[in-house]
């Protein structure tokens, strides 16, 4: 476990705190250790919180700090952002709830996945983990008619373009697609429908994604008790989300796994592993179980076949701490270095470098909705592409999680 004062010197103090409150949580560091930081420390509360909020972990980060003693004017914004959470969670909870009830009231299976849910399932209820989005798990069957029930709630489909264009093949291309739901052009809602865990380029086996449609179980959220995955599916459709996804690039993907500590005896840790064994994963766990150990001092019960490099060492933890990294692998680019060090052998990260060479000639939904080219001029598509990668690659990019919560974090600081 790296040194929370080596933390600090070398990514400063901010993100040294926001670790050793983790670590707090996992209990591989006291409280006491904690508030000896804090009293020797010069902290830029504003960079804490934001920092919490862009790593996705707000809530264990407040609970933490609540009990420790801290400047008053901070313990009231963390009070109030906490409230904000809070707040959000019990609202998407009863609209994610409110939609699996309208949709079974027209035959149409629905299962609740990661958000309110899941902060249940690992947490032990549905306010201790940040959730912005309703994520669903529905069969491509359905979604036809899921297009005209969401219409007729008031949620505009926010995939129609890419929809129309690619037409059956969209469920091949995407492994989800989306819906908002304006109030006065504020989106009160996010809603992404899933089909499958990781994207389809991902170049992980498309078995992956049977997650989703494991066993299920029945949980209350806020009201009414709704289909949910058990909790061992739910786990391993999360890693592999986490890692061959997102690319452990927020400190909540850790965090989130990180539960399986308190859990073992619920959790089917022989069914994870085999699991990932049969998806030919081994980089995913290795380097899972290093930065686990590393930041958060604990020791994920995955297993752990393969070495690593220092250069795959060195990527991941800098990809956590340093500040300039951060939010990168949310960012247009040629290819995510976190994706491709999570490839087994050179043939894969081959494999994967000529797909994202080959994706800058195909179009994807920001290109559609940027150029929205009449249906005889399509075939512009791949032709127009690479400049709009080249020339604006992130000004007109979509919204991503990680620029909600800096807005998010920034609109609660200034209200303050």
């Not at 930081?37 to 909020?53: G, H």
């Not at 849910?117 to 947490?123: C, D, F, H, R």
């Not at 995407?174 to 819906?179: A, E, G, M, P, V």
């Not at 020791?299 to 070495?307: E, M, Q, R």
Request: positive net charge; charged residues 25%; proline residues 2%.
């Amino acid at each position: 476990m790296i040194a929370i004062g080596d933390i600090k010197i070398k990514y400063g103090t901010e993100i040294a705190l926001i670790v050793l409150c983790c670590r707090v949580h996992f209990k591989t560091e006291d409280r006491t250790a904690l508030q000896n930081f804090i009293n020797t420390s010069v902290i830029d509360w504003n960079d804490a919180i934001f920092l919490s909020a862009n790593h996705r972990i707000e809530p264990i980060i407040y609970k933490i700090l609540q009990k420790a003693i801290i400047p008053a004017e901070v313990a009231n914004r963390i009070k109030q952002n906490q409230f904000h959470l809070i707040q959000n969670s019990f609202k998407l909870a009863l609209e994610t709830e409110r939609i699996i009830n309208k949709l079974a009231g027209h035959n149409i299976r629905c299962l609740t996945y990661k958000g309110t849910a899941l902060s249940k399932q690992l947490y032990g209820d549905i306010v201790s983990r940040e959730s912005s989005d309703i994520d669903l798990v529905i069969a491509t069957a359905d979604f036809d008619s899921v297009i005209n029930l969401m219409r007729e709630d008031g949620y505009t489909f926010e995939s129609l373009l890419e929809y129309n264009y690619y037409k059956d093949d969209v469920y091949k291309r995407n492994k989800d697609l989306s819906f908002n739901k304006y109030e006065n052009d504020s989106r009160q809602f996010h809603v992404e429908f899933h089909w499958g865990v990781v994207d389809p380029t991902s170049g992980v086996k498309s078995s992956a994604n049977s997650a989703l449609f494991d066993e299920t179980t029945r949980m209350e959220l806020a009201k009414s008790e709704v289909e949910v995955l058990n909790i061992s599916s739910h786990y391993l459709a999360v890693f592999l989300h986490h890692s061959v996804a997102d690319g452990f690039s927020i400190l909540r993907d850790l965090v989130d796994i990180g539960q399986i500590i308190f859990l073992k005896d619920i959790i089917n840790t022989a069914y994870i592993n085999q699991s990932i064994s049969g998806l030919r994963l081994k980089k995913a766990p290795a380097i899972c179980h290093f930065i686990c150990k590393e930041l958060l001092g604990i020791a994920v019960p995955l297993s752990v076949s393969v070495n690593l490099s220092a250069s795959e060492k060195d990527f991941f933890i800098e990809q956590l701490l340093n500040k300039k990294m951060l939010g990168s692998n949310f960012k247009a680019q040629l290819f995510k270095k976190s994706i491709y060090y999570l490839k087994d052998n050179a043939t894969d990260k081959f494999r994967y470098l000529l797909r994202s060479f080959l994706l800058r000639f195909t179009p994807s939904r920001k290109d559609i909705r940027i150029f929205n080219l009449p249906r005889k001029l399509h075939f512009l598509y791949p032709v127009l592409k690479p400049f709009r990668s080249v020339f604006s690659p992130s000004t007109k990019a979509e919204e991503t999680e990680m620029a909600r919560q800096q807005k998010k974090s920034l609109f609660r600081n200034n209200n303050d």
